[in-house]
């Protein structure tokens, strides 16, 4: 088999909170138990689940931006955090991000031209062949902005248009991975269809992989083939999102997939709701057992005895729940 384009391996990733007082020890916080995934090249996949599950930092870890106390994050087959300064700067050309907020990510005092050329500027040379503004040129127009978009400044936009802008940025070294972390949650519902049309179209055109970060699922149902779901750091249940959305196995996945429709109705009773307190922080100390089994409706004795491990239910399909 080939080398997969990103490859995650049992990523762990500890916080160490301030300590309480003094005297006591620093706490440490286990934001990702040993996350595992694969990705493809020309493939997207979505990451869903709630505040405080830990998305963001997994794609933190995935750009090499925040190191991981144990497991791997290879690109092309080459661990990122066994790279040297050099190496990993050259590697970095392979992957880009996007970010949430087109206002925040874009510094108001550089131009376009400016902000575009920035991935570059950090790799050494530019593209042989290809001058740089030329370059730039290039990835205005394939985010559907003029070539005079480059003189102007990031509030002469409307935050879709400051979007496309944060996309030519992640294109211009030519990536074949982008990590969108939440890229269009911040812009309404008519301008995300477009941004996501712009993706899909740009993903066809250059081959492009997509880990997808999202906590809304309609969204991720258009642009990804493949989800996993996480719960307080952990996969809970991967596989092809029409599957994993249509036919959840994980009782964690049925009721994100169940809270869908009805954002808004309301508490639901008997703690079954998957929204509210599931930030890592609220989970306390990890006992033996599973730990969704507090929320769990389905819970049995087992379940607080031994943590299920994720297992295959289907071909491409798994999840981690002893009953599903
Ligand atoms: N630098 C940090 N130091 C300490 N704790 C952190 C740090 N970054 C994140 N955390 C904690 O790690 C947990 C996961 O945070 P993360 O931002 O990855 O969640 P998320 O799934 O992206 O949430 P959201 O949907 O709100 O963006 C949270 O409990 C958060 O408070
Ligand atoms: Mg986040």
Redesign the pocket.
């Known amino acids: 088999m080939s080398t997969p384009l990103l490859e995650v391996r049992n990523v762990v990733r500890d916080?160490t909170?301030p300590r309480p007082s003094l005297f006591s020890r620093p706490v440490a916080?286990r934001?990702l138990h040993g996350v595992s995934l694969t990705l493809g090249a020309g493939q997207s996949l979505g990451i869903v689940?709630?505040?405080?599950?830990?998305?963001?930092?997994?794609a933190r870890t995935v750009m090499a931006l925040d190191r991981p106390q144990e497991g791997e994050v290879r690109i092309d087959g080459e661990n990122l955090y066994a790279l040297s300064r050099t190496d990993l700067r050259a590697a970095r050309r392979k992957f880009q991000a996007i970010f949430q907020d087109p206002y925040g990510s874009l510094d108001p005092r550089h131009s376009v031209r400016r902000i575009i050329s920035e991935p570059m500027r950090s790799l050494e040379a530019g593209q042989p062949g290809t001058s740089r503004s030329d370059r730039i040129g290039e990835v205005l127009d394939a985010v559907g902005l003029s070539p005079a978009a480059a003189d102007k400044y990031p509030h002469e936009f409307s935050g879709g248009q400051r979007q496309r802008i944060a996309i030519a940025r992640a294109l211009v070294t030519r990536p074949a991975l982008i990590v969108a972390?939440?890229p269009v949650s911040a812009l309404d519902v008519s301008v995300q269809a477009q941004v996501l049309n712009l993706m899909m179209d740009l993903q066809e055109r250059f081959n492009l992989a997509y880990l997808f970060?999202s906590?809304d699922l309609g969204v991720v149902r258009v642009i990804t083939d493949r989800v996993a779901v996480?719960h307080l750091?952990r996969i809970v249940e991967e596989g092809p999102t029409g599957e994993v959305f249509d036919g959840p196995r994980h009782p964690y996945t049925q009721a994100l997939v169940e809270a869908v429709p009805k954002p808004f109705a309301g508490r639901r009773q008997r703690g079954r709701s998957a929204k509210g307190h599931a930030?890592?922080?609220a989970s306390g100390a990890a006992g033996a057992g599973c730990p969704y089994e507090p929320q769990c409706p389905l819970a049995q004795p087992l379940c607080s005895m031994e943590a299920p491990a994720l297992r295959l239910l289907a071909p491409e399909h798994s999840a981690a729940c002893h009953f599903a």
Do not use: N, Q
């Not at 689940?49 to 997994?58: F, N, V």
């Open positions: 916080y909170l916080l934001v689940g709630e505040s405080g599950s830990g998305k963001s930092t997994l972390d939440e970060i906590h996480i750091g930030s890592v922080a």
